[in-house]
């Protein structure tokens, strides 16, 4: 009945340490910023948090398209009309720190070259190259892991369209740690979930899949609302959103 309070979290491991090539120390320190469990008041800290991304989630409910352009040659646009932004800040994920949608299924176009290696069921796929048209993967290649790519890519129908669309926001997380729960919530990053979407964005592709690939934007890149910028370098232009 939805009762049942939850919240998935990390715990520092050595072997997340070692993904994330750094020490346990480091890694520690590393998880407890990235929830800002080092602020003198973290409640307080999320709570502002929340109002910020608010701010972010009503200006994009009433957009209709979202368009990402990097000079590394990201430049795709979604569909988003009449679906719903989410704000996410805290009360599921922890840490958290991104707003997300469910992109119209037939409406996303433009290529996507994403920054970061995307884990996915113990596989590492790097150089991931994404073509869309009409709202499905039209061509998919990878420097590393291409054949495991295209089978997850080819393992149902909704699999080749996206779910979910994302902006992270967590400015206290900095580097690729190769953990999605942090690699996706980085400041001044989007990403992008092949597969099933969540209902309450208003998505309704389903698929077995649901993978997160991350693009960095704060080496020249831009995020354009209905052909406004919003976002440069991986920083939002108005004051009041999530800032570093």
């Known amino acids: 009945d939805g009762a049942l309070r939850w919240v998935g979290t990390e715990y520092p491991t050595n072997a997340a340490a070692q993904d994330a090539e750094m020490s346990l120390a480091e890694y520690e320190d590393f998880v407890f910023n990235a929830g800002m469990l080092d602020r003198p008041d973290p409640a307080a800290a999320w709570r502002e948090v929340s109002v910020r991304q608010a701010r972010v989630c009503e200006r994009l409910d009433g957009a209709r398209e979202v368009r990402f352009v990097t000079p590394q040659g990201t430049d795709v646009t979604l569909g988003v009309e009449g679906r ?19 992109p119209i299924e037939g409406a996303t176009r433009g290529v996507v070259r994403f920054t970061y290696p995307a884990v996915y069921q113990g596989r590492e796929v790097d ?17 590393k892991g291409e054949a495991f790519l295209i089978s997850m890519l080819d393992q149902d129908d909704g699999a080749r369209v996206l779910g979910e669309s994302a902006i992270g926001t967590n400015y206290a997380i900095q580097r690729y740690s190769k953990s999605t729960l942090f690699d996706e919530k980085i400041g001044g990053t989007f990403h992008l979930a092949l597969g099933k979407a969540y209902p309450e964005t208003g998505g309704v592709n389903e698929s077995s899949l649901h993978w997160d690939l991350v693009c960095d934007l704060r080496q020249g ?7 406004r910028a919003i976002s440069e370098n991986g920083r939002f232009l108005d004051p009041e959103w999530p800032q570093p």
């Open 84 to 102: 719903r932004w989410i704000n996410c800040d805290g009360h599921v994920n922890f840490p958290d720190g991104e707003v997300f949608t469910g």
């Open 221 to 227: 890149g831009r995020i354009e609302v209905d052909g």
């Open 127 to 143: 150089g991931v190259r994404l073509e869309f048209r009409d709202g499905r993967v039209v061509d998919a290649s990878a420097a």
